[in-house]
Nanobody, 130 residues
Framework: QVQLVESGGGSVQAGGSLRLSCAAS????????MGWFRQVPGKEREGVAS???????LYAESVKGRATISRDNVKKTWYLQLNSLQAEDSAMYYC????????????????????????WGQGTQVTVSS
């Protein structure tokens, strides 16, 4: 059973940076996409960044230019670097792994994007104060 553990969240002032990490107990065999989601109370969990097994990255418009997703296969870890943080970035951030193509946003083809992901971490809170 694959377990994912996030770390790196915290409180930061607007304009600051954070690096989130997601460590896998074992590399999700045959899983194609590793992603980062975020969720605020009352809203659907939305994918903000993803990286595929062949290294292709996707970013939501809300974080494009401010976020970088990367992975270290040796450490079985992937990362999300967030810069120029804004109050709107405050959320619980989750990492996830999917055997399907990478998707972003809250919904894809009428289904929650989160439904395409099979393994999830427990979440790490990011709070940005202005």
């Amino acid at each position: 059973q694959v377990q994912l553990v996030e770390s790196g969240g915290g409180s930061v002032q607007a304009g600051g940076s954070l690096r989130l990490s997601c460590a896998a107990s074992q590399w999700p065999y045959n899983y194609y996409c590793m992603g980062w989601f975020r969720q605020v109370p009352g809203k659907e969990r939305e994918g903000v960044a993803s990286i595929s097994n062949d290294g292709k990255t996707l970013y939501a418009e809300s974080v494009k230019g401010r976020a970088t997703i990367s992975r270290d296969n040796v450490k079985k870890t992937w990362y999300l670097q967030l810069n120029s943080l804004q109050a709107e970035d405050s959320a619980m951030y989750y990492c996830a792994a999917s055997g399907s193509s990478c998707r972003l946003g809250a919904f894809s083809r009428g289904a929650p994007v989160s439904a395409y992901f099979d393994y999830w971490g427990q979440g790490t809170q990011v709070t940005v104060s202005s």
